[in-house]
């Protein structure tokens, strides 16, 4: 299985402030159709998981464009250009590039 | 506006069953792959098992293989869950996820614990 790993655990942020999530691959996420299935999810304290960002640059429906995704093969990366108090949660990154799909162990962003 | 509602979670012994639904409405629910995922307490993401649009097609993480089946109807939609020989470690809140690949509807999850 394709592992998963998040920097940092915890991301304690200012309000306006940048934040930024790594997120790391076991092996190349590109996908023989050519796509790389990369996706950040947020999970808000109480709520169910919520799609963020998909094909790893991609913004969902209705997110905030304060969120963006980069990178490629194996290195992935969640940015939130000013962090408002909504933000606060846990950020996930997946994969499902190879079977089966897996999460990284997420990464907890909380206001100082 | 695309909803997802779960039920079917509760406490059941080790060794039980337990079948979860997921109620769709606001897409054509035939014409998408769908999934559960679970969550322990406290825990991360866990796929667990996804279904093609026509139930022709079934993925299973190794840990719930021969255990749990996945199973549609569309004419109700309506995705399920049937859970046989569970375990403690199967206590998770479960989330039912439409599309492959890329999760972008989750339903709010139900609660399935295992314990004796």
């Known amino acids: 299985d394709i592992v998963m790993t998040q920097t940092p655990l915890s991301s304690p942020v200012t309000l306006g402030q940048p934040a930024s999530i790594s997120c790391r691959s076991s092996q190349s996420l590109v996908h023989s159709d050519g796509n790389t299935y990369l996706s950040w999810l947020q999970q808000r304290p109480g709520q169910p998981p919520r799609l963020l960002i998909y094909k790893i640059s991609n913004r969902f429906s209705g997110v905030p464009d304060r969120f963006s995704g980069s990178g490629a093969g194996t290195d992935f990366t969640l940015k939130i250009s000013r962090v408002e108090a909504e933000d606060v949660g846990v950020y996930y990154c997946t994969q499902a590039t190879q079977f089966p799909q897996t999460f990284g162990g997420g990464t907890k962003v909380e206001i100082k | 506006e695309v909803q997802l509602v779960e039920s079917g979670g509760g406490l059941v012994q080790p060794g039980g069953s337990l079948r979860l639904s997921c109620a769709a409405s606001g897409f054509t629910f035939s014409s998408y792959w769908m999934s559960w995922v679970r969550q322990a307490p406290g825990k991360g993401l866990e796929w667990v098992a996804n279904?093609?649009?026509?139930?022709?097609?079934?993925y299973y993480v190794d840990s719930v293989k021969g255990r749990f089946t996945i199973s549609r109807d569309n004419a109700k939609n309506s995705l399920y869950l049937q859970m046989n020989s569970l375990r403690a470690e199967d206590t998770a809140v479960y989330y039912c996820a439409r599309d492959y690949r890329v999760f972008r509807y989750w339903g709010q999850g139900t609660l399935v614990t295992v314990s004796s």
């Open positions: 279904i093609k649009q026509d139930g022709s097609e079934k």
